[in-house]
């Protein structure tokens, strides 16, 4: 009986040992993040000008993401715009430290330009990234300025118009270039504004009559005077769904004259699956990295960060980072014929 009890007791005793064991390390990585975080502050890169959407959903981000990470570090936004948030999105991936202490977004589409040939100035795989997720999915639209005369798709397709972008890479660019080539619109596309507000201003100049690509969350709050006052004309939504308030738009695949091009286009509107996504640079020791997506996953139901946006009229829908790497990887593994035609489109385009 003796010998039983003390069987029992190493056995208790082995049994706590391991436990310990399998305990400790998890412990001292949290321990270990807490302590590189604690005091430090992190700078969050938004790859577009002051003013827009992306800017003020980075912002947004920025007031409330330190208080789930580990040590509950500083969060600076620092504005890096240029090429459609494509200078962002390589100095993320190829200058940033790769330590955690640096993470930021771009354009919602950039994850698709690549594998459509778009990518001449992407320094960049965007698998490689550390997804840590978007704050919300979305749609654009074509809007153009009552003025132009530009109110239907027959319009869009025989008369001549103006559309303003913010350059490759952004869904301005990248819908108004496939459209442009698939349609064969007489479409004159301008580039080089630098943030969605910039363009609108240019709208209202009348230095260009509309937008395509133009986020609907962003032109129905920041933007949405000039909507109710029918300044501007909703004509083409650029998504496989019609919103509720836009019921009597049409969407892309509404036009779309074949099979071919409805494959095509369900392609491309999947880029709005992650309408603002932020990332981390690839290559952080991976307890920092999950930790960023926890903290990114907590700030979505953070009632603080939810009243914040309500306050802004700022659309939270948000898509995990483990979601974004599955989107990324469908994408990748669509039928090459469909692949190669879109990205013809998008080449000739440009």
């Given at each position: 009986?003796?010998?039983?009890?003390?069987?029992?007791?190493?056995?208790?005793?082995?049994?706590?040992?391991?436990?310990?064991?399998?305990?400790?390390?998890?412990?001292?990585?949290?321990?270990?993040?807490?302590?590189?975080?604690?005091?430090?502050?992190?700078?969050?890169?938004?790859?577009?000008?002051?003013?827009?959407?992306?800017?003020?959903?980075?912002?947004?981000?920025?007031?409330?993401?330190?208080?789930?990470?580990?040590?509950?570090?500083?969060?600076?936004?620092?504005?890096?715009?240029?090429?459609?948030?494509?200078?962002?999105?390589?100095?993320?991936?190829?200058?940033?430290?790769?330590?955690?202490?640096?993470?930021?977004?771009?354009?919602?589409?950039?994850?698709?330009?690549?594998?459509?040939?778009?990518?001449?100035?992407?320094?960049?795989?965007?698998?490689?990234?550390?997804?840590?997720?978007?704050?919300?999915?979305?749609?654009?639209?074509?809007?153009?300025?009552?003025?132009a005369g530009i109110n239907s798709?027959?319009?869009?397709?025989?008369?001549?118009?103006?559309?303003?972008?913010?350059?490759?890479?952004?869904?301005?660019?990248?819908?108004?270039?496939?459209?442009?080539?698939?349609?064969?619109?007489?479409?004159?596309?301008?580039?080089?504004?630098?943030?969605?507000?910039?363009?609108?201003?240019?709208?209202?100049?009348?230095?260009?009559?509309?937008?395509?690509?133009?986020?609907?969350?962003?032109?129905?709050?920041?933007?949405?005077?000039?909507?109710?006052?029918?300044?501007?004309?909703?004509?083409?939504?650029?998504?496989?769904?019609?919103?509720?308030?836009?019921?009597?738009?049409?969407?892309?695949?509404?036009?779309?004259?074949?099979?071919?091009?409805?494959?095509?286009?369900?392609?491309?509107?999947?880029?709005?699956?992650?309408?603002?996504?932020?990332?981390?640079?690839?290559?952080?020791?991976?307890?920092?990295?999950?930790?960023?997506?926890?903290?990114?996953?907590?700030?979505?139901?953070?009632?603080?960060?939810?009243?914040?946006?309500?306050?802004?009229?700022?659309?939270?829908?948000?898509?995990?980072?483990?979601?974004?790497?599955?989107?990324?990887?469908?994408?990748?593994?669509?039928?090459?014929?469909?692949?190669?035609?879109?990205?013809?489109y998008m080449k000739e385009a440009?």
């Amino acid at each position: 009986m003796v010998e039983s009890r003390a069987v029992f007791s190493f056995t208790i005793l082995a049994m706590a040992a391991s436990a310990a064991a399998a305990f400790a390390p998890v412990s001292a990585r949290c321990d270990d993040v807490s302590d590189f975080y604690a005091g430090r502050t992190v700078q969050l890169v938004i790859g577009y000008a002051t003013g827009g959407g992306y800017d003020d959903y980075a912002r947004m981000l920025g007031r409330h993401i330190g208080r789930h990470i580990p040590g509950h570090p500083t969060v600076v936004v620092q504005n890096m715009p240029g090429a459609g948030s494509i200078r962002a999105a390589n100095y993320l991936y190829n200058v940033a430290p790769k330590d955690g202490a640096v993470f930021g977004g771009f354009a919602r589409g950039i994850f698709l330009d690549p594998l459509l040939g778009r990518a001449e100035a992407m320094r960049f795989t965007p698998a490689k990234f550390g997804w840590l997720g978007s704050v919300s999915n979305d749609i654009g639209v074509c809007a153009f300025r009552s003025e132009a005369g530009i109110n239907s798709w027959a319009d869009m397709q025989t008369k001549r118009y103006k559309i303003g972008a913010t350059g490759a890479g952004a869904d301005s660019d990248v819908f108004s270039n496939l459209l442009r080539k698939m349609f064969n619109l007489p479409m004159q596309l301008v580039l080089g504004y630098q943030s969605a507000a910039e363009t609108v201003l240019a709208i209202q100049r009348k230095e260009v009559d509309g937008r395509c690509g133009w986020s609907w969350s962003t032109l129905s709050t920041r933007n949405r005077d000039l909507w109710l006052s029918k300044q501007i004309h909703v004509v083409l939504q650029l998504s496989d769904r019609r919103l509720p308030e836009l019921a009597e738009v049409p969407t892309v695949l509404d036009v779309a004259g074949s099979a071919e091009q409805r494959a095509i286009l369900q392609l491309i509107v999947a880029r709005q699956t992650m309408a603002r996504p932020f990332v981390a640079p690839p290559g952080l020791p991976p307890e920092r990295l999950a930790a960023l997506r926890s903290a990114f996953d907590a700030t979505m139901e953070d009632p603080e960060f939810l009243a914040d946006a309500s306050r802004q009229g700022l659309d939270v829908r948000p898509v995990t980072g483990a979601e974004a790497d599955a989107l990324i990887a469908k994408v990748y593994a669509t039928a090459p014929d469909v692949v190669r035609r879109a990205a013809e489109y998008m080449k000739e385009a440009q």
